[in-house]
């Protein structure tokens, strides 16, 4: 660009207005996305179980770089039953977790697509019950308090529609796939 620009300033021309930064090209304003998805989580012994998650994903509130700053908010839903041997125990698991924290929401240059990186502070319950063997039944529960990172990754079908893929860690891992929906 610039050997296109020496000739006409040599003749006295003024320089052409800069052109913004990729950072601020690809800056869009705050903007709320509900979501919703289903997957599978690690909780448990055998076979992991099954994860709901329904959601708030405000992204756009502030340039860092290429990426944009936003906020996540979540609440996950875990479900397992787990049935193994050699000890034929019937376990199950349930878990509530509310999670909220910042994103870094990095939009992929000419495509739909955007990567998002998160921290979340995450306040659960988890219930468990069963039994081994003949042995007798055991309930159990607890409550906390943890950090967690999520990564996740949205494809824009549209203005207003997304497909989601998120991954999170908080104690129990989950991969939920779902869908997005601006307002």
Same mark, same amino acid.
């Given at each position: %660009?610039?050997?296109? *620009?020496?000739?006409? *300033?040599? +003749?006295?021309? &003024?320089?052409? %207005?800069?052109?913004?930064?990729?950072?601020?090209?690809?800056?869009?304003?705050?903007?709320?996305?509900? =979501?919703?998805? =289903?997957?599978?989580?690690? %909780?448990?012994?055998?076979?992991?179980?099954?994860?709901?998650?329904?959601?708030?994903?405000?992204?756009?509130?502030?340039?860092?770089?290429?990426?944009? +700053?936003?906020?996540?908010?979540? @609440?996950?839903?875990? /479900?397992?039953?787990?049935?193994?041997?050699?000890?034929?125990?019937?376990?199950? @698991?349930?878990?509530?977790?509310?999670?909220?924290?910042?994103?870094? /929401?990095?939009?992929?240059?000419?495509?739909?697509?955007? +990567?998002?990186?998160? *921290?979340?502070?995450? $306040?659960?319950?988890? /219930?468990?019950?069963?039994?081994?063997?003949?042995?007798?039944?055991?309930?159990?529960?607890?409550?906390?308090?943890?950090?967690? $990172?999520? $990564?996740?990754?949205? @494809?824009?079908?549209?203005?207003?529609?997304? *497909?989601?893929?998120?991954?999170?860690?908080?104690? @129990?891992? &989950?991969?939920? =796939?779902?869908?997005? =929906?601006?307002?």
């Amino acid at each position: %660009m610039i050997r296109r *620009l020496l000739p006409a *300033l040599a +003749l006295g021309a &003024t320089a052409p %207005m800069a052109v913004a930064p990729a950072a601020a090209q690809s800056f869009k304003p705050a903007r709320s996305e509900f =979501f919703v998805s =289903f997957g599978s989580s690690d %909780m448990g012994y055998s076979d992991g179980g099954v994860a709901l998650r329904a959601g708030v994903d405000f992204t756009g509130l502030a340039p860092v770089g290429p990426a944009n +700053l936003g906020l996540i908010a979540h @609440y996950t839903y875990v /479900n397992s039953d787990d049935r193994w041997r050699p000890w034929e125990c019937d376990w199950r @698991y349930t878990a509530h977790v509310v999670s909220a924290g910042p994103s870094l /929401n990095l939009p992929l240059q000419g495509t739909r697509v955007s +990567l998002q990186g998160r *921290l979340t502070g995450n $306040l659960g319950v988890v /219930n468990a019950s069963g039994r081994c063997g003949s042995g007798s039944y055991v309930a159990d529960s607890g409550s906390g308090f943890d950090i967690g $990172l999520g $990564l996740g990754a949205k @494809y824009q079908l549209n203005d207003k529609l997304s *497909l989601r893929v998120d991954w999170d860690d908080w104690g @129990y891992s &989950t991969l939920s =796939f779902g869908v997005g =929906f601006k307002f």
